[in-house]
């Protein structure tokens, strides 16, 4: 069993607009989405925390918040130290991330 969990940079709500779709599927995990989404300009999207979402989905699997480390960091906002398809477009670097078990 895992102690520790580190959800690294990622898009923020501000920059992640998804459609309904993408909601629903949320609603499925049976997850406080009144943090994970607000409303976008356009009425038929929603602007997605999918950091907050992860942090749920670890507490629901049993790891206590206190160990739950986010990094804030915003991918979209912070071109110099990170690509972002959303801001550049798909013909554009990747980033890879992993998960380590100790």
Known sequence: ?????H????ISQQNYE????????FY???LELD???TSAKNNDKFMCDIADANRQLLIKSG???DNIIISGECTYDNAERYYSARRDGFNTG???SGIVLI
């Open 1 to 5: 069993q895992f102690t520790q969990a």
């Open 7 to 10: 959800i690294g940079p990622c």
């Open 18 to 25: 998804v459609g309904k779709n993408v909601f629903d599927a």
């Open 28 to 30: 499925k995990l049976n």
């Open 35 to 37: 943090t994970i989404f």
């Open 63 to 65: 790891l206590s918040e």
């Open 94 to 96: 990747r980033m890879v």
